[in-house]
């Protein structure tokens, strides 16, 4: 790769890049199960709810603006309402936190994950996380705290939290505007190459393509370096510390 000027800051991806996520269907049950427990519904309604999920997912995704992240709490209270469960606000955040931690088992930090992250932290280079998640924001920066994610990064960017997601330019934006960084001087590591490669790399961040957990159907070759594991990642950043070429 050659750089315009030494890298100061690695900006992440998170699912299929720091940690993969395995989904099951007796956990999608359970989570449900769990939902319509804290809303005060009948756990027994938990198949009707999960055989209804996938059909108003794909619709509510159909829907949407592609750059625009779902509204996951509004998916819910439709689901909910189609059992007789009508939750005050209060109560369906409790509802959504319930089926979250059910997924926590589902949750798998790749073993490299935190030797990356103190890596990155060692070299003096500001870390931020930006992810596309449906998932409420305060329970995202919960799951990076319980990984001990949190603790080793600047900033933490969800599209929950912002309302559009990745390829938005807005997204890659605000994680460095909070991290004080300009795109020139930032590279960003992720799984897929319209979300991690083309999206960032229209701004002028460098990139990193991570094939470890997937493989994008993307042109690979667009990335400026391909990392098989994470570490990958912390040489490619090492490399991106000289000065311009």
Request: glycine share 8%.
């Amino acid at each position: 790769m050659a750089y315009r000027e030494p890298l100061q800051a690695v900006l992440l991806d998170y699912g299929d890049t720091l940690f993969r996520f395995n989904y099951d269907r007796e956990t999608h049950l359970r989570a449900c199960e769990a939902l319509l427990n804290a809303a005060g519904g009948d756990p027994a309604d938990a198949q009707t709810l999960l055989e209804g999920f996938g059909p108003a997912f794909e619709q509510a995704v159909t829907e949407r603006d592609p750059d625009t992240e779902l509204d996951y709490p509004l998916l819910m209270r439709g689901l909910l309402a189609a059992v007789g469960i009508l939750p005050d606000d209060e109560r369906l955040e409790a509802a959504l936190e319930a089926e979250h931690r059910a997924w926590d088992g589902a949750r798998e930090l790749h073993p490299q994950t935190l030797e990356l992250l103190d890596g990155l932290r060692a070299a003096g280079l500001a870390i931020a996380i930006v992810s596309n998640t449906f998932d409420p924001p305060r329970l995202m920066h919960e799951d990076l705290a319980e990984f001990g994610i949190g603790e080793r990064v600047d900033a933490e960017v969800f599209s929950s939290e912002l309302g559009f997601r990745k390829p938005h330019p807005g997204i890659y934006r605000q994680a460095l505007t909070r991290i004080g960084v300009e795109p020139a001087a930032a590279l960003f590591a992720g799984d897929r190459v319209l979300e991690d490669v083309i999206g960032p790399a229209s701004l002028g961040l460098r990139t990193c393509l991570c094939v470890y957990y997937r493989q994008d159907e993307g042109d690979h070759s667009l990335a400026d370096v391909c990392a098989r594991t994470p570490l990958d990642v912390l040489s490619a950043a090492h490399e991106g510390l000289d000065a311009a070429v």
